[in-house]
């Protein structure tokens, strides 16, 4: 079993930033973060791997920067010029020889 607590979100304006963090209660495979909006599905914002190996939704590249700490089993994902449409309700996952979902985190962009 993998528990995951997340921290960060809130409410930012338009062009604001957030820094978003997931622990781990063990070392894992990959992590990552997923997005769930009003009427969407849930949808991947960015993953990191053990290695390092990063992959991001286009619609957030150039605007988010995820990392990861292997020592404290941890991830961040900066996010900078924040935009109305990234309003969601935020998801770590990680994978373990099975997938663990985080609570969930709400981030709402507006002025």
């Known amino acids: 079993q993998v528990q995951l607590v997340e921290s960060g979100g809130g409410l930012v304006q338009p062009g604001g930033s957030l820094r978003l963090s997931c622990t781990a209660s063990?070392?894992?495979?990959?992590m990552g973060w997923y997005r769930q909006g009003p009427g969407n599905q849930r949808e991947l914002v960015a993953s990191?791997?053990?290695?390092?190996?990063?992959r991001y939704a286009d619609s957030v590249k150039g605007r988010c920067t995820i990392s990861r700490d292997n020592a404290k089993n941890t991830i961040d994902l900066q996010m900078n010029n924040l935009k109305p449409e990234d309003t969601a309700v935020y998801y770590c996952?990680?994978?373990?020889?099975?997938?663990?979902w985080g609570q969930g985190t709400q981030v709402t962009i507006s002025s």
């Open positions: 996952r990680a994978y373990w020889y099975g997938e663990y």
């Open positions: 063990r070392s894992v495979l990959s």
């Open positions: 990191i791997s053990s290695g390092g190996v990063t």
